[in-house]
């Protein structure tokens, strides 16, 4: 029996894994099951602790393995393959074969193959699989490379954003903090007209409110994990809960709905973040109106013929000034703020981030003809998943 397109099918499917653990489902998964080998583990390379790491089913993020713990479950191995060529190492145990996944960057990760059953007395591969083995190897520390390398940018990002919150939240703080302090200390020490008490009152309630507004934000661009809370529901319905939020939390502003979305589309989405993305634009637009204003809501069905997932489009327009020219290439940067007392620069960052865990696009439309901003959301509407037959 042939194995050789199964094994071609393989070196594509490694290619196009979309993260680490679909890459190591192909490779621990379907990659042993077509020699009908029982099982197989993959260690990766941290090359910045310069140790192993197992990856186990199911798991997303590699364990370390340190010495003097319990080992990693891997098979005992007694084969190398070595540029498709099946090398018998000299004094191992078993007869499993470990592939080297080798990338640009050196070595990404092992592979660990179990012994294939009915080969003992032989070499576990034939000359064409272990080439084609090699092949899929090669493809496999390329991916491996590109998916480690990312989570490495990943979390070196969110530390310098990080330490520059930090910076900013301290700088920040301690204005209103003073503030606070020094109307708290001539509050108790009486003797200020009633008039006085609750404007200095107010004031002190306007800054922890700032401050609460700060930290919120703050907590939401660094929240770790990016997992969405989906959850299922009529794209009209969705587009009817956002405009409420809105009127709710922004009302101030005068919302002009212009709805074209029919019921009957599922959406299977995170609705709490989409809608403090779209608030997060919705007091943008409020403060650049002075406060007060209107903001045209528009929301409508593409596509949704054929094989193409349908995609929700909302544009929020409006009838300020517009975003000035100076920040308009920056604007969804972390800490971007132009002319705002309180501004933290992160409601847009934020917004866009949510957008961009559903697979949809946040972006500032160019100038129309008239005065005002235009934000144009795109969200993918995959079907949901239908139950698992039992
Ligand atoms: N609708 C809008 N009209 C004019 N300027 C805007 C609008 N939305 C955003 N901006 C500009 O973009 C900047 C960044 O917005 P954002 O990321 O929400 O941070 P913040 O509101 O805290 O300043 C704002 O300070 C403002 O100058
Ligand atoms: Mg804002």
Redesign the pocket.
């Known amino acids: 029996m042939s194995r050789s397109p199964a094994l071609r099918r393989l070196a594509d499917e490694v290619l196009e894994a979309p993260d680490l653990g679909a890459l190591a489902r192909i490779l621990t998964g379907s990659l042993p099951r077509t020699f009908a080998i029982p099982e197989a583990t993959l260690l990766l390379w941290n090359r910045k602790l310069d140790r192993f790491e197992a990856l186990s089913p199911g798991e997303t993020r590699p364990r370390p393995i340190r010495p003097g713990q319990d080992g990693v479950a891997a098979p005992a191995a007694r084969f190398l393959l070595a540029d498709g060529e099946v090398l018998e190492t000299s004094g191992a145990l078993g007869d499993g074969v470990l592939v080297p996944l080798m990338a640009r960057s050196g070595l990404v990760g092992m592979l660990v193959l179990g012994a294939a059953p009915g080969r003992r007395k032989r070499k576990p591969f034939r000359r064409r699989d272990a080439r084609l083995l090699s092949v899929v190897a090669t493809r496999a520390a390329l991916a491996l490379e590109n998916h480690l390398y990312q989570r490495e940018l990943i979390e070196s990002e969110r530390m310098a954003a990080l330490g520059a919150m930090a910076g900013m939240l301290a700088h920040d703080f301690r204005g209103p903090m003073t503030v606070i302090r020094g109307y708290a200390e001539t509050l108790g020490q009486g003797g200020l007209e009633a008039d006085e008490v609750r404007r200095r009152a107010d004031l002190i309630v306007e800054m922890v409110d700032r401050l609460q507004r700060m930290t919120t934000d703050t907590l939401d661009f660094a929240r770790e994990g990016r997992r969405l809370a989906r959850r299922i529901l009529d794209a009209a319905e969705l587009v009817e809960t956002i405009a409420a939020d809105l009127a709710e939390q922004v009302p101030t502003v005068e919302l002009v709905r212009d709805f074209r979305v029919p019921r009957g589309t599922a959406a299977a989405v995170d609705v709490d973040k989409l809608r403090r993305a779209a608030v ?1 634009i919705a007091a ?2 409020r ?2 109106m002075g406060g007060h204003g209107r903001l045209h809501l528009s929301a409508e069905l593409l596509g949704g013929h054929g094989p193409e997932a349908p995609r929700l489009r909302l544009v929020l327009a ?1 009838e ?5 020219q100076e ?1 308009r290439d920056r ?1 969804f940067d972390p800490f ?5 007392k309180a ?7 934020v917004a866009r981030r949510f957008v961009e865990d559903h697979g949809g696009t946040l972006e500032l439309l160019p100038e129309a003809a008239g005065p005002g ?1 235009r934000f144009r959301i795109v969200l993918p509407l995959p079907p949901p998943p239908t139950n698992p037959a039992p």
């Open positions: 997060n943008n637009a403060d650049a409006d300020g000034p517009g975003v000035p920040i604007l971007v703020t132009r002319g705002k501004g933290t620069g992160l409601g847009l960052a901003a």
